[in-house]
């Protein structure tokens, strides 16, 4: 590596870092720490992880991490020795121009949706990088090190396990079948709350429609700043619609041509075996949308690294234009995710941090505490380490047990007679209740006082009003 790279590697390092600092960890984040902190065995700790719908090698990490300390900020230091570890090799292996790695290095997934989001996923990338410098630079072993890393890739992410597998790098020996990986998944992910398409021709266009604006390579976002899961070029077809609705569509058909334009000239004269890696790790992304769970933004970025993946095996034999339009693909993914870096760290992510220290400073501490909807509020949980009653679950309890009712939503009347039912039989007369709506009727019997709103932040969903109630 020459002095540039390690600028490029100390730069990156102090940009996660800050990241991982300002970074408000949100829902899901703090779902895997609560599963693994309140785990009193590991028998117990995979009866819970079955409801996930991922693969249990994240959370027996967690399990044992959280045998050392409560503080859920310890996955943020896990992650930032990842993230660095993963920009290290990039810079010291990748078979691409300079700035083409200093650019992939600072490109949204990994900087920002892989680096600064802590999930299961999130270690993809360094596995991915390490199985592709195994590929190219190991000498001894390398079929056996390449398939360790892409069968535990397998078992980390749903989607590892059906976009990599070893036939798609032409690993024949040392790792299971990728139908063996599913079939396993989906008997061990039977509750997972997912999304099953009848109408294929609906899933098709919707699937494709995201693969080319939303999700796959170019998440450009809305400009405001919740930003996160949106796109400016879909959202503005959206609110189009039937009105502008032969320009809007103008616009995406030459979107998509240029998209396509875009691939072709990039897989121009590859060969076929590398190019197999990112058409199969498509087609099992819709597959798994189509039949298991059809994700969102950081599952479908499974594909960036699928071309990653692609143009570092075929890196000979890129041609010199390939390269150029690789290039201004990096730039505009390594704008991308300054862009979202910046607004992480200036904007509020997930308000779930700024309500817990709420509650710690007033009376809520003393009071039990109500949470509705349980699956959003959740996060509040991780960060005061304490149970909450969730309405909708109709329990007391910290991190969501996924069934496919756990997204419905109840009317208020229904909230408040089970929340009144639960406190009335412990004879808690006095308790707080977290809302994601505003409950300015209080319901007959109760007496409620707002003490605060968390309304402003990056995750659209997470936005929450604290009271204080008392039962007459």
């Not at 090698?57 to 991490?65: R, S, T």
């Not at 078979?95 to 920002?112: A, D, G, V």
């Not at 009712?405 to 009317?411: F, I, Q, T």
Request: with cysteine; hydrophobic share 50%; proline share 3%.
């Amino acid at each position: 590596m020459r002095r540039g790279d390690y600028f490029v590697w100390g730069l990156f390092a102090v940009a996660s870092a800050i990241g991982l600092a300002t970074h408000e960890m949100w829902r899901d984040e703090l779902q895997q720490w609560m599963i693994a902190l309140d785990a009193d065995s590991l028998r117990s700790l995979l009866a819970n992880v079955r409801y996930e719908g991922a693969p249990p090698v994240w959370h027996l990490f967690l399990f044992g991490l959280s045998r050392l300390t409560a503080n859920p900020a310890s996955m943020q230091m896990v992650q930032f020795l990842v993230s660095v570890s993963a920009c290290y090799l990039i810079l010291r292996f990748a078979p691409f121009e300079r700035w083409q790695r200093y650019l992939l290095c600072f490109s949204y997934y990994l900087l920002f949706e892989y680096g600064q989001i802590v999930r299961c996923y999130s270690v993809v990338p360094l596995i991915l990088v390490g199985v592709l410098t195994a590929a190219i630079h190991l000498k001894h072993h390398r079929k056996w090190v390449m398939a360790a890393g892409i069968t535990l890739i397998g078992f980390t992410s749903l989607y590892g396990l059906g976009g990599y597998s070893a036939r798609s790098f032409g690993i024949s020996s040392g790792a299971c079948s990728d139908v063996d990986f599913c079939m396993l998944h989906f008997l061990f992910a039977k509750n997972i709350s997912g999304i099953t398409k009848k109408n294929s021709l609906y899933f098709l266009f919707h699937a494709g429609g995201d693969f080319i604006y939303r999700w796959a390579l170019f998440p450009i976002p809305a400009l405001r700043y919740d930003f996160w899961e949106t796109n400016i070029i879909k959202d503005w077809a959206l609110t189009q619609r039937g009105h502008l609705g032969f320009q809007a569509a103008l616009v995406v058909t030459l979107i998509s041509v240029c998209f396509i334009f875009f691939l072709r000239k990039i897989f121009q004269g590859l060969p076929k075996k590398t190019l197999f890696i990112f058409f199969f790790t498509l087609g099992a992304i819709l597959f798994i949308g189509y039949f298991k769970f059809y994700g969102s933004l950081r599952h479908w970025g499974y594909i960036f690294l699928a071309l990653l993946a692609t143009l570092w095996l075929a890196a000979p034999f890129l041609q010199q234009r390939a390269k150029i339009y690789f290039t201004i693909f990096l730039f505009l993914q390594a704008a991308l995710g300054i862009h979202a870096w910046a607004s992480d760290v200036v904007y509020v992510f997930s308000p779930a941090k700024e309500a817990a220290s709420f509650i710690q400073k007033t009376e809520c501490a003393r009071y039990p505490l109500a949470g509705s909807r349980d699956a959003l509020v959740s996060g509040v949980s991780g960060f005061l380490n304490r149970p909450i009653f969730y309405a909708e679950a109709n329990h007391l309890g910290r991190f969501i047990v996924w069934t496919r009712d756990s997204k419905k939503v109840l009317p208020k009347e229904e909230v408040a007679q089970r929340i009144e039912k639960y406190f009335r039989g412990k004879n808690s007369l006095r308790f707080c209740f977290l809302a994601t709506e505003n409950w300015d009727a209080a319901p007959k019997g109760w007496s409620m006082k707002k003490l605060a709103d968390f309304r402003t932040s990056i995750c659209a969903d997470e936005r929450f009003s604290l009271y204080q109630v008392s039962l007459e």
